[in-house]
């Protein structure tokens, strides 16, 4: 993905509440002229790899000495453009391309999640239950929300608007902009770059461009480095966005397309016309069918109000020289009207009020202005009516008085004329520019401002552990955000990277810019201090920054070299020397709770330990796939330092790595992963019986618990980035826990923690009832049955309180259910037993909690292999001979089929059952059942000699049950 972000989202209601939504979004498109010289010439077309991108980046930009996005020219200080969006999209394809040749990858996320799901047939278990916390509004500024590409108005409701972002999907309000709902979250791709809106009867027709136009952003270099936010062509929804469907234009993402335009012939809806980066489609009935008369490459196309058959174009510099065209067939053939040099974009607006005039505003390389022209005679020829060469003529610069050189018109570019008034025309760049007379003289109208739709980028969280629903969030040049009683304030702008909320008190923090400018607050952002000046150097782009969990003044921070302050940043010093052994910068840092000491610190290909606070350092790379993937995250096991969990990038198998000797050796534990790079893992240290582990990637979350397989713990977000999680831990009350996620497109998610529980689902039949087909409930029947259960006593001494109010009349008798882990069958001795509980057996061989429906539920995960035992009071136990497989989130075994640990049961036509007569309960039937028997022979109750549980003591117990089986005994391993 090409990383990009608004700077502001306005919308600026007009006379007749007629509605112009202004954008700004940043990429690196507008800055990929100043170096590219610098690549090496590629035949046929050949892709360029990320390392040859990255290489002509930093040879252009090497003698220029740039500090930050800054650099020295002429006693000034400088902007570097294009220096800081190129380190946003390298930051994010560095860990996805091949780490040996810099390819980039052939595959998406959408497509690896597909399979993914494909693979498990629909059997899933996501108990998560994500909900989105915005932001949804902001001031403006450096502080903004997240990016917009376009708006969608609805032709005879000024309130239902619609508006698509680029990373963030389609989003709908009804009530002109108060509330906001998406509308696309689980579409194969949330980028949208342009929207129809058709009147439906009491719902719309829509019709969307998907992906981000601006999404190759070194769309010039070659194919292949864009990300999952290209195109998969037109889709199309007749319900207002509920539901979507595919048109006849219709991609893969690794076609690498994008869609720069969508719009309907403004006199038959049917006609539709989609400029793309493979040219001009046409589509004549309502998008099954398109033709394709140009393979000219627009960024804007305009009808003629009035007769459509006239229509305008421009072409920006990527795919063409940036021209203006111009049509008389209604987009069949082209004729280039007007040609700029040293240009970047051309956009286009025309009026109604005035059929005959079109405006163009122009950029020029830099991303300047270059001037503002008019037709007036229907695009045959065009004029400069402003030009933006002169002083205080840029409009497309930093400041409000256009006096800056340079902009951001490569990808901060939008013309509006207002279809009431031919002479008043806005402008969108940097800032908003609105003219009255014609486009001759032009004043400045709007900042940035932002406010109704979770659009918002993040690269890194952080959760309050005293200040329950206290977050930070460091957004894409968004600034750091903090959430607090439910209210989102603006603590830091520009781009906000690592943040920290110290653990003790949640007025201490820390925010950090790009490359390792760090901030402390001690008074909740009411002021603030630069802390990381005494740092030599630059840190990575996302910079680690860790606080020490046994000293909260302690914090930690990667640049070239690993640094710490043991006074919250005053005063720094360097603890490595990794500086002959690697030319990276740290990527990610991990300290044990149990012993300071110890650290873990990583860059991109290598991983190093120290056990004594820095002195010395050990490589322990070892057998990590780094010549595969990167390395993206470290977690530490919160009480065993030798355990350490490594998330690793790319689109491949090798997504988290695990060590339990202190790196000795690494284990891919990745069952159960898609293909997908895992960008953090941590763990949740309230469950203190197994480790349970949870993995953000490139399309959704993901649990793991002891030894079994990854799980997806997705449930309800969107098709997304997830950049980092952490929990906030309620020690009172651990259900009230919460795991929490920073998505880069839709914002801050927090959901619930995995229930520690074991659903099981058991069918099981006993001997002494069975009649052949099910079982009889004579128990119940006459009365006999209790509504405790019976295990309370030897040998089982079960004290459990399991108890019915009502006996449903299937019920045949109490059983008492034992779960044990471990590796194999033969290893599931008593001493692996981890719960116990008393069940309700129905009379067609199905085992139930005490309400007499539910599955069986214990609070309890399993570590291993999940085997069952089922112990009844005058049947011969049995256990599961296989481990008990999960589906669908429920533990399920039938035991009809024999599957008892070494043939433990009887077939009774076809049927196993559990073996009747041991009445004593001591694990075999000999005479000492037959003396029990004895003992109790005529009576009637509920008693452990009712072998075929009527009620009844007879002589059917003891020659059809003891005698019969004499001899028999419990397999269940001791």
Known sequence: ??????????????????????????????????????????????????????????????????????????????????????????????????????????????????????????????????????????????????????????????????????????????????????????????????IIVLPNGSTETIYIATGDRDVGSMSGLGGGQEHDNNSVGVLKSVDGGITWQTTGLSFTQDMNLRINRLLVHPNNSGILYAATSNGLYISYDAGNNWTHPTSTIFSDVEFKPGNPQIMYASSRKFYFPSNIYRSADGGLTWTSIKQF????????????????????????????????????????????????????????????HGATPAGQGGYDLAIASDPNNADIVFIGGISTWKSNDGGNSWDISNFWEGSGIATSQMYRLSVSATYQGMVNAGLQDNGTKSLQDNAWFDVFPGDGMETIIDYTESNTQYTCQPSGSLYRTTNNWVTHDFIAGPVSGRGAWVTPVVLDPSDHNTIYMGYDELWKSDNQGNSWIQISNFGNDTTEKLKSIAISNTNSDIIYCASLMKLYKTTDGGQNWQNITGTLPVGQSYITYLTIKNNDPNTVWVAMGEYNEFGVYETVDGGATWTNISDGLPYLPVMCIIQNRQNTSVNELYAGTDRGIYVRTGASNWELFSNGLPNVVVSELEIYYDYVNSENSKLYAATFGRGLWVSGLLESRTELSLTVNLEGPFNGTSMESELVYFDFMPFLQPYNISPWFYNGNETMEFMPADIVDWVLIELRDAANASSAVASTAIARKAALLHSNGLVTADDGVSNLVFDNTVNENLFVVIYHRNHLGIMSSQPVIKTNGVYTYNFNGGQAYNSGMKNIGGTFVMIGGDTNSDGSVNSTDKSEWNNSAGASNYLPTDCNLNGQIDNHDKNDFILQNTGAGSFVPE
């Open 341 to 400: 040099t040293n240009c970047i974009r051309v956009e286009l607006a025309v009026t109604s009020d005035d059929p005959s005039r079109v405006y163009a505003v122009v950029a020029e390389l830099a991303g300047d202005l270059k001037g503002i022209y008019r037709s007036n005679n229907s695009g045959l020829t065009f004029s400069k009516v402003f030009d933006g060469s002169l002083p205080t003529h840029n409009l497309l610069g930093w400041n409000c």
């Open 1 to 194: 993905m090409i990383i990009k972000i608004i700077y502001y989202f306005k919308i600026i209601k007009m006379k007749k509440t007629i509605l112009i939504l202004l954008l700004v979004a940043v990429s690196i498109v507008g800055f990929a002229q100043l170096w590219k010289d610098n690549l090496p010439v590629k035949p046929n077309n050949e892709e360029f790899t990320f390392f040859e991108i990255q290489n002509a980046f930093n040879e252009y930009w090497k003698p220029y000495n740039v500090d930050n996005g800054y650099y020295n020219k002429n006693g000034q200080k400088t902007k570097a453009r294009g220096w800081k969006q190129f380190k946003r999209w390298e930051w994010f394809w560095e860990t996805r391309v091949d780490p040996v040749t810099g390819e980039f990858p052939k595959t998406t996320a959408w497509k690896e999640f597909e399979k993914y799901k494909s693979a498990l047939d629909g059997a899933t278990d996501d108990q998560a239950n994500w909900i989105n916390l915005g932001p949804y509004e902001s001031p403006g500024g450096y502080v903004g929300l997240g990016r917009i590409n376009c708006i969608g108005f609805h032709p005879n409701d000024n309130n239902t608007i619609y508006a698509g972002s680029p990373s963030g999907g389609l989003w709908k309000t009804a009530d002109g902009g108060n509330s906001w709902i998406p509308l696309t979250d689980y579409n194969p791709v949330l980028g949208v770059s342009d």
